[in-house]
T-cell receptor, first 115, second 115 residues
Framework: AQKITQTQPGMFVQEKEAVTLDCTYDTSDQSYGLFWYKQPSSGEMIFLIYQGSYDEQNATEGRYSLNFQKARKSANLVISASQLGDSAMYFC????????????FGSGTRLSIRP | DAGVTQSPTHLIKTRGQQVTLRCSPKSGHDTVSWYQQALGQGPQFIFQYYEEEERQRGNFPDRFSGHQFPNYSSELNVNALLLGDSALYLCASSSYRVNMNTEAFFGQGTRLTVV
């Protein structure tokens, strides 16, 4: 069975600082994908970044980077130079090796950016 | 190119009633998955439809049923509504026969309130 664990229910960060959101996962699959999503109060699930289990380099997308440590089964999200608009819920998620595989989500981290 | 669209955006129903939620997948996608997100939690997988058949199912009672149409759009039906069915219902689309893909597309969700 697959499982995602996010141990930080909430975080406060000063604007322009970097922030790391923790995520650990458990799976017996050899091939899988890891995602991070941002969910503002409107409810829409916004895709941020993806890491494949066989990708040797950490994924980066603009201010977002994913610190992937396969041996430790961790996939932390790093947001550089945080902005007020980054305040939202953030979910770490995992999917099997097919695009149609179901997605397993963690419980989320509520990030609040202070001006 | 329209993304995943869901309707309605908000819905209020009375306990015991039945509800139907609708989802149109992103152009080029043939698979629709439904998720339930209770307040303060991560989304939970309900079921997935491909070729008008239910392919995978999460741990949800038979009161939750679905349908997929020839144009790949999908409906989620919930019978005998309970107060605990109040949640944000998210739809995601994908391509069934595509191997690992870097994104999973979600709609904006339908917020269901049962009173």
């Amino acid at each position: 069975a697959q499982k995602i664990t996010q141990t930080q229910p909430g975080m406060f960060v000063q604007e322009k600082e970097a922030v790391t959101l923790d995520c650990t996962y458990d799976t017996s699959d050899q091939s899988y994908g890891l995602f991070w999503y941002k969910q503002p109060s409107s409810g829409e699930m916004i895709f941020l970044i993806y890491q494949g289990s066989y990708d040797e380099q950490n994924a980066t997308e603009g201010r977002y980077s994913l610190n992937f440590q396969k041996a430790r089964k961790s996939a932390n999200l790093v947001i550089s130079a945080s902005q007020l608009g980054d305040s939202a819920m953030y979910f770490c998620a995992m999917r099997g090796d097919r695009s149609a595989s179901k997605i397993i989500f963690g419980s989320g981290t509520r990030l609040s950016i202070r001006p | 190119d329209a993304g995943v669209t869901q309707s309605p955006t908000h819905l209020i129903k009375t306990r015991g009633q039945q509800v139907t939620l609708r989802c149109s997948p992103k152009s080029g996608h043939d698979t629709v998955s439904w998720y339930q997100q209770a307040l303060g939690q991560g989304p939970q997988f309900i079921f997935q439809y491909y070729e008008e058949e239910e392919r995978q199912r999460g741990n949800f009672p038979d009161r939750f049923s679905g349908h997929q149409f020839p144009n790949y759009s999908s409906e989620l039906n919930v019978n005998a509504l309970l107060l605990g069915d109040s949640a944000l219902y998210l739809c995601a689309s994908s391509s069934y026969r595509v191997n690992m893909n870097t994104e999973a597309f979600f709609g904006q969700g339908t917020r269901l309130t049962v009173v």
